[in-house]
T-cell receptor
Framework: GQQVMQIPQYQHVQEGEDFTTYCNSS?????IQWYKQRPGGHPVFLIQ?????EVKKQKRLTFQFGEAKKNSSLHITATQTTDVGTYFC???????????FGQGTRLTINP | NAGVTQTPKFQVLKTGQSMTLQCAQD?????MSWYRQDPGMGLRLIHY???????DQGEVPNGYNVSRSTTEDFPLRLLSAAPSQTSVYFC????????????FGPGTRLTVL
């Protein structure tokens, strides 16, 4: 019940193509955070979504939080080689003071 | 600020050996945590602390101990290393957990033979 499922596990695209990763939960989420991990690096915070239906943009990245607060997505428009890495969503288990991560989506790009 | 630092960066142990992974932060963060990362498994929470003197178990605590004697330091101890503990270990911190980004250290790559 506390897990978040991310799909797909892997995605390979041509440079310039769009990319989307999805994060799904069977229970309502209090918030969702997104992180990016470059190959050989550590996770780096991208954004947090809190409100139902929230949409936030960071340049070519668009983050959405579902109306029912059970799913979220990260969409990258016109991928660049700098977008390579693994993207993780994470949910806050508030009462238990835990942050639970999805399995991640690994993005590779053909230049 | 150095942020979150971890030592060592790499470590090879033999089965049964013990060791301590060090983690320190200089941002005066109350919340600190340890994750392990294995291929296809994402980041799994081992232990966490909401402040000095307070620790609790995460999803995969077996075989690991932690203590939090100061706000800055949160060491992770492997009591008797096993090959199943071969992984990359990340320490993270934040002001509190709720609605705050986690700052991750660079990681420790551990191999247990």
């Amino acid at each position: 019940g506390q897990q978040v499922m991310q799909i797909p596990q892997y995605q390979h695209v041509q440079e310039g193509e769009d990319f989307t990763t999805y994060c799904n939960s069977s229970t309502t989420l209090s918030n969702i955070q997104w992180y990016k991990q470059r190959p050989g690096g550590h996770p780096v915070f991208l954004i947090q979504l809190v409100k139902s239906g929230e949409v936030k943009k960071q340049k070519r990245l668009t983050f959405q939080f579902g109306e029912a607060k059970k799913n979220s997505s990260l969409h990258i428009t016109a991928t660049q080689t700098t977008d390579v890495g693994t993207y993780f969503c994470a949910r806050l288990i508030q009462g238990a003071q835990k942050l639970v991560f999805g399995q991640g989506t690994r993005l590779t790009i053909n230049p | 600020n150095a942020g979150v630092t971890q030592t060592p960066k790499f470590q090879v142990l033999k089965t049964g050996q013990s060791m301590t992974l060090q983690c320190a932060q200089d941002m005066n963060h109350e919340y600190m945590s340890w994750y392990r990362q294995d291929p296809g498994m994402g980041l799994r929470l081992i232990h966490y602390s909401v402040g000095a003197g307070i620790t609790d178990q995460g999803e995969v605590p077996n075989g690991y101990n932690v203590s939090r004697s100061t706000t800055e330091d949160f060491p992770l101890r492997l009591l008797s290393a096993a090959p199943s503990q071969t992984s990359v270990y990340f320490c993270a911190s934040s002001y509190t957990l709720g609605n705050n980004e986690q700052f991750f250290g660079p990681g420790t790559r551990l191999t247990v033979l």
